[in-house]
């Protein structure tokens, strides 16, 4: 019997491994489509690394071109200059001072006098301002040629008239003065006319009073104003050896600085020369050369004229010296007020230490050297401890990045302050405590908060908040807040509200999630042992998910030191180091930040300049501390993990 | 001995003062999550009340029309001397100066406030059209390789590090990769490279200089792009992961290969949750100032981007017949500069001085601003409640 045949069929093996596969360019179509995803993937590992190629691109020159700024500054002498004229500063400040004494104690008795004149003046400025419609009207007929029929003059006089007595009549008139001088000055008002150039007789009276009281309370305290303007006048003939200098220096840097552009062109010009095929072209560019040429400054000649001043800058440094000390030692104690006597005894206290820094610097002039190289150490920490950010000066520019680090830090921390126990709490209660209805409102609207842009917080800030801290600041019972009554309206405290606000969302998300990994388990624990909820959301709950809050808060820190919109338009924007020596109260002056100087300067730069280097430099330390930061979270985060179960 | 019976009852409540301090407590930290609640109603409703009036008008058709269809200009406001105010163009200035003769007795001008908002309105959403772009095509790519490719290891680990990096960098440090990277070493295509240019290559019909895209639409949108980006890499991951594996394994068990998976298995279903996630981007996108401040954006610009002195085509033939020329416009487009109204925002509150006049200004356009952008994310918000309904694994 014949076997059935089996029907031929390949075999197994090659059924299973037949390889169906198309290939491109002898490549696996799936693992290029793989590779396709994969190099999207790396799009963000890519964007990272190229963020830190072009942000050092333009900005690592700057070292050495800040290097090649600050040798040009000693070698012209401008340092030299500084070494005195810095400390000399201070001069300014205690005098000022000074000043404030003297007036604090001339308020004392002069004061009632002046309120009283210039609240009059004031209600003269403002019946001005109700009238001048018609009183220009008036003014301006009364000029034309031929003159206007009297009549029509008539008119335009009793209109004026109205005006005048319709505006006295609306003034509310402040209590300094008594009825019947109200009374007088309602009437005075009333006849307020363009035509009439002497004061109302009353006004005259007031402005008489007060120049009498002011006299006699100098007369009073004459020994006072008299050390001021004698302490003022001590610093002229030391001032004026350093202006001299100055000048010099300064010229000598210009010299410096034309040359070297001239000679960069000339050696550009010569290159190109030497490319060029043309032999015209080449004949031009070679005669552009010459003409770019100027004879290089002597620098070690021209700082021998400064250097050689230095035993009299010294001879007069000992002698304002001497005379500031002996000032400080006749300087009257009687001053009108406590406040005034504190000031006098802080400038008696402040001038030995300032004339001890005169001497210290004027010691310092001989260890100077002109030719001293700059060393790259120096340049980083000028930049990095460096004290002032100048630009834009006609002396010389200095890019210090303490104050604009110092502004950004403030601010942030005050931030922080506010928006931690405002984020945390409404964690703790929308995962804890809050019905599902609630949850629906709460949620929604803290996380609306961050589609809000931040320009228009920082509208915001310009348009409401600054006028409303400002108003509560001079509310009387509220005096005792250090820094009250507040001088601006945008200052660090006005920043920091508003990105406390702007940093809500993040740190309220991401401390809800902490919570809410919190293990079921440790809950039911708590529950079990009798604990009551409020004993289980603070002493089981939250400590599990402290790692998960702290991070959030590190993150928050992260966004407010890296917002820019909100800083740049609220923080007052003035370059200065706050001055912590005013206490708590530091908080409402203005500063600037690192990156509200980027957004506010760099458009005004020309690509390449040291300013331009300087500001992208700002942006590397912005992009490394963000980095900072971040690193920061994800290890505080993962150091407190073991409560994950 | 036995123990003394006492009077007091052993189920009484605790008296110790715990219920009391409970309640307290709970109502400190409600007091305290509604502060957050309070302050933000209160100032929207600041906003809408002096913005609302800028926007709209009592009148038919009820919005103010000319301050949504009209370019910034400058205000001009005529006093007369019966101090009657006038508000005007340049335009208008000189015949109602005319009109009014000897009446005439003051003029101020206030820089950006007359007119409307359109330039900015146009500007800001050829940007966010450029930005959504070119990170939805990067992002969710990054996306689809984390959620169905990658294999834990370095390289996973390396990806994930950058994505939460990115999204911590400040906005104005991004802008100043965008002005190095897009507006001054960007490739371009041009015919003879600029002194600027990094490095050029020549590829015979033209030379391919990186020489960067000047400030422009597009170096703007690039630089918004990589801003949004790790917002929408994580938005499109967890819609991806939130398809249930149970998809892959049918799929995959039928033959499909990975990259049919993921085009007929997961896509489908996560496209929905992608876009809507994407239109946060869209809103973050809209709203930043840093990034555009020195790539894109112009404090003033009295044209549209489409409003350029050319010479109009040949109006016998059809568009198509000189595509290359209406191309090469269309693209021109792009390669403009242009306002945005959060720049226009900025300079309007910052870089003029304050008056009732620019006031209005300022504040008709935060509200147009906030609507934009607040009807953005709550659109995303309930898209993303009502796709949570429909799918339901």
Redesign the interface.
Known sequence: MDRPTTPSRPPLRSVLLRSRKHTVLGVD??HL??W???G??????I??V??MI??L??GIDFLPTYRHELQTYRRAGLEFCDIIDQPLQQNQTLSSSLRQAISASLETLSKSARDRRDAAFLLKRQIEDKTT?TS??LSQALEKTPPLPPAELAKLRSEVQKAAAAASASLTYPDLFSAAEREQLQREFAALTPEVTDLPPLLQTLAADFTAKDREARTKFASLVQAQEEFEAATEPLQAVVDELKQHAQETKENAVEFEVLETNRLRLLEAAAKEKDPDEKASLIKEASASFTEAVNLAERIQAITSRATELREQVEKYAQVIEKAAAVLPTDAGTGVARTMVNDVREGIPVHAQAMRKAAAQLDSWRWDKPVSIFTVIGAFFFGTSWITNSSWQDFFGFVPLLSGSLVIAFIAILIAT???V??A???NQ??SEREKE??K?????????????L???G???VGNLIKDVSEWSWLQWVPGFPIQERLNMFNAGCLLA?MA?PTM?SLSEDALNNVPRAYIDASDALGA???QTVFRVIVPAGISGILSAIL?GL??V?????VV??VAGNRIAIPDFSAGPGAIFQPAHTL?GI??QE??EVS?GSSHWQA??MV?IV??AI??L??WCA?AVARRFEPHKA | MSPVPTTENPFAGDNSG?QK??TI??W???V??????I???A?ML??FIKGAPVTFQSKWPFVNTQFLTELPATLHVIED???NHYETDVNGADAIKKKLGDNF?AEKTISYSGGGILGPIVGTALLVIVSVGVALF?GV??A???S???KHGK?LE??RL?????A??????????G???FV??APVFVDVPADRSVFAIPLGFTTLSFEGWDTCVLSGGFTLA?VI??VI?TASEQCLQAVPQGFRETSMALGA???QTIRYSVLPFATPGILTSSI?GI??A?????PI??TAALAFKDKLPWQKDLPPLPADASIFAHWDQSVSRFLGIFTESVQAL??H??TL??KIPQNEYA?RA??GS?FV??VL??S???SS?LLRKRLRAKYRW
């Open positions: 179509p799936q489509i793989r396709f995803f994969g999207n993937a790396s799009i963000a590992v964007v990272l190229l963020i072009f942000l691109r333009e419609r220009e009207s126990p405002v984020s709490v409404a703790i209660y929308t405590f809050a409102l709460i929604p609207v803290i996380e609306f908060i961050q589609a809000i842009p931040s320009v228009v920082g509208f915001i310009i348009s409401l606000f809500v309220f009551t909820k409020l993150l992260g966004r030191i890296g917002e820019t919109m740049l338009l990156t980027i957004a760099l458009g690509r500001l992208f942006g912005l992009f963000s980095l930061v971040n994800r | 715990i301090r409970e407590a709970r400190a930290l409600r305290g999550s509604y502060i957050v609640v302050i933000t109603v100032i600041h906003i001397k019966q101090g007795r990067l790519a990054c689809i390789y984390l169905e490719y990658a390289f390396l990806v950058a994505i939460l990096n990115l911590g960098v400040p906005s104005v440090v991004f802008g100043l990769f002005l190095g990277a001054l070493t990589f980006l790790p890499i290969t990975r990259w946060l809103a973050r809209a709203g930043e100032t840093a401040m020195f959060p720049y925002i900025y509150a910052a006031e300022q504040y935060v601003f906030l952008v607040a953005l994310a709550a918000v």
